[in-house]
């Protein structure tokens, strides 16, 4: 979810019908911007170079996950549907191939490896889901000679489609991954939430192809 407030200005997004290395983009009407999920600016027009505010109090989250944790949630419907019944998504997940054969030089994962993509400190950085199911902890240098620590979780199983959970720690925040995440999600001092993106490795390379990989 991303705030709608720049340069003094509420703008209204939507849907640009055009695609960045197979990811969507969208524009506002007021400005006539063109904005990058992948690199969190304005990639085009009278809001070049502005980024993107993320706020982090939406989640990505199957349906049944959802309901099973909010069982009165009332759900929107279109024309009295409130659920397409084919994915038209469903064989492009169910298979290796890239969007259109898109393909990209970096093989450090394979090209759909699912990743956490996110910006810290100005640069590009990304975490495979695979390594940070059930909580994982990644210490990096900070570039200032103070070390920077960070915490991820995934729930171990969950699909592509649930958000991974992510923290920088403050110095004063100890305990194992397990300890760690489950004091940040009861909102304990010295969590401050990481915003980023789940998808794919190479949609998310593709644009930023200097993007560190954690190890």
Aim: hydrophobic letters at 40%; a negative charge.
């Amino acid at each position: 979810m991303y705030g709608r407030s720049y340069g003094g200005r509420e703008l209204t997004f939507e849907a640009s019908g055009a695609l960045w290395q197979a990811s969507l983009v969208m524009r506002d009407r007021e400005t006539d911007s063109w904005w990058s999920i992948m690199t969190s600016e304005a990639i085009g027009g009278e809001m070049e170079g502005a980024d993107l505010v993320e706020l982090p109090v939406a989640e990505k989250a199957t349906w049944g996950d959802w309901r099973s944790r909010h069982p009165d949630t009332l759900a929107l419907t279109v024309d009295g549907r409130q659920h397409e019944p084919r994915n038209p998504y469903r064989d492009y997940f169910a298979n290796d191939r890239t969007f259109r054969g898109l393909e990209v030089a970096d093989q450090r994962l394979p090209p759909k490896a699912p990743i956490f993509g996110f910006f810290l400190d100005g640069r590009a950085r990304a975490v495979p889901h695979a390594a940070v199911e059930g909580g994982r902890l990644v210490s990096l240098d900070g570039g200032d000679g103070e070390g920077v620590r960070l915490l991820f979780h995934r729930r171990p199983g969950a699909s592509m489609f649930a958000s991974t959970s992510a923290w920088r720690l403050a110095d004063g925040a100890e305990g194992t991954a397990g300890e760690l995440v489950t004091a940040a999600r009861a909102g304990g001092d010295g969590f401050e939430p990481l915003t980023g993106i789940d998808t794919f490795w190479y949609n998310w390379v593709a644009v930023n192809q200097d993007s560190e990989l954690l190890p």
